[in-house]
Nanobody, 126 residues
Framework: EVQLQASGGGLVQIGGSLRLSCAVS????????IGWFRQAPGEGREGVSC???????YYDDSVKGRFTIKYDNEKKTAYLQMNNLTPEDTAVYYC????????????????????WGKGTQVTVSS
């Protein structure tokens, strides 16, 4: 059974930093697409940053230059380092994964993501 365990959210002031982690277990496929998605109150889900084994990482324009995604294959864990946070980054963040060969940008725009971790709240206060 594939499980994603997300952690690392919290409350931070404008300009602060947080690192989200997503530990993957039970994933026995060679091709991994994994990413971070977020949903703010009253808004739809958006792909923030995604990583796939066959492509360079993808970042939404709103986070380029501030967020960095990495996947540690030894630890089977994805990380999202978030710097220079703004109130617009406030949302529940979810990590999602799929066994697929796909462009990272396409995965971040995917409608169907079969595996999800529990959301972690990120709140940026002014």
């Amino acid at each position: 059974e594939v499980q994603l365990q997300a952690s690392g959210g919290g409350l931070v002031q404008i300009g602060g930093s947080l690192r989200l982690s997503c530990a993957v277990s039970g994933f026995d496929f060679d091709d991994l697409a994994i990413g971070w998605f977020r949903q703010a109150p009253g808004e739809g889900r958006e792909g923030v940053s995604c990583f796939t084994t066959k492509d360079n990482p993808y970042y939404d324009d709103s986070v380029k230059g501030r967020f960095t995604i990495k996947y540690d294959n030894e630890k089977k864990t994805a990380y999202l380092q978030m710097n220079n946070l703004t109130p617009e980054d406030t949302a529940v963040y979810y990590c999602g994964a799929k066994a697929v060969i796909i462009r990272a940008s396409a995965f971040c725009r995917s409608y169907y993501v079969p595996y999800w971790g529990k959301g972690t709240q990120v709140t940026v206060s002014s």
